[in-house]
């Protein structure tokens, strides 16, 4: 199964969500070294789980690759725990995770972890 566009970064520190639009832009939105200690869970835009592997070095840290994988949970979960992190009241389930991601409040400047 290939790994379908946007993506979805929980961060699991802070209860943060980030969408990437594309491959080019992981590294601009989530630390390799983060990355590489597993401190995120993926989604692609279909829900299903995403693995990033990456090259971890001193200078300049690479994007190795991309695959689908099982997810550690559900994404709604991830949404849901964010909402509650910010004390965001309200939260329904929608269908995709766009639909979820829409939902939130469009003042991401907070960072809704980088919501």
Not at 17 to 32: F, K, P, T
Not at 54 to 74: M, N, Q
Request: some cysteine; charged content about 25%; aromatic content about 10%.
């Amino acid at each position: 199964m290939s790994v379908r566009y946007p993506l979805f970064a929980f961060g699991k520190d802070d209860s943060s969500i980030c969408r990437i639009e594309q491959e080019n832009d992981i590294l601009g939105h989530l630390e390799a070294i983060d990355i590489a200690n597993d401190e995120y869970v993926i989604w692609d835009a279909n829900g299903n789980g995403v693995s990033i592997q990456v090259s971890v070095r001193s200078v300049k840290s690479e994007l190795v690759g991309v695959t689908s994988c099982a997810p550690a949970f559900p994404i709604c979960d991830a949404f849901r725990r964010c909402a509650e992190a910010r004390g965001v009241s309200g939260f329904v389930q929608e269908e995709t995770p766009q639909e979820m991601w829409d939902w939130f409040p469009k003042d991401r400047k907070s960072r809704w972890g980088r919501l």
